[in-house]
C-alpha cells in the first residue's frame, strides 16, 4: 500500500465505471483470435484481473477460466539497488495453456510491466489485454482501453469504501 504514496494524482474508478471499461475491453478483443477468431480461454491474473476477467469471459461468451497467480516483492539492499520482482504462485493448468495460443490473459493494469513481462516469458504467444495501462507497461499490453500517467495511482473499488465528508461551509 506505501506504493501510491509518491504518486503525484489520483484516479478513481467506480465499480460502474469499471464495468464499463472491462466491458469495452471485451468488445475490442471480440473476434479477434487466432484462426476463426474465437478465444480457447481466459486467464485472470490475480487478484485484480479477476473481475475483469470475468466480465470478459461473459461478454465474450467464454466458459474455460483459469487463473494465474503472481505476487511481486521487493528484493535487493538499500534504496540505490532496490527492485521489484514478481513470481507465479499458483499455475494455470498447462493442457488448456499450451504455448499460450488463443489464450487471453486478462489484468486490472499493467504499470511498470514487470507481472506481464513475466507471465509472457512463459506463453509468449498468448493476448494480453488490460483494462488500464501506465506508459512503463504499455509495450507489454497487446490492448487497453484507458491510459493514465506514469505518476497517476488508479483507486479501485475492491480497495475503496464509501465514507462521511465534511460539508464545504463548516470545514474549520
Ligand atoms: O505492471 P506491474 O508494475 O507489475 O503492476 C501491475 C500489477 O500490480 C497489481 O497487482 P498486485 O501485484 O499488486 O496484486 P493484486 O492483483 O493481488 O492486487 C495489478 O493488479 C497488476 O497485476
Ligand atoms: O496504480 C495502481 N493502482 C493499484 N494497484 C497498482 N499496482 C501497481 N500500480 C497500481
Ligand atoms: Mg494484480
Known sequence: MTDRLPHEKGFHVSWDQLHRDARALAWRLDGKGPDDGAWKA???ITRGGMAPAMIVARELDIRAVDTIAVVSYHSGGGAATERREAKVLKAPDAELMGDGTGILIVDDLVDSG????LVRSLYPNAHYACVYAKPSGEPQTDTFITGVSQD???FFPWDMALQY????????
Open 42 to 44: 481466459v486467464v485472470a
Open 114 to 117: 514487470k507481472t506481464l513481462e
Open 152 to 154: 497517476t495511482w488508479i
Open 165 to 172: 465528508v465534511q460539508p464545504y461551509r463548516g470545514q474549520d
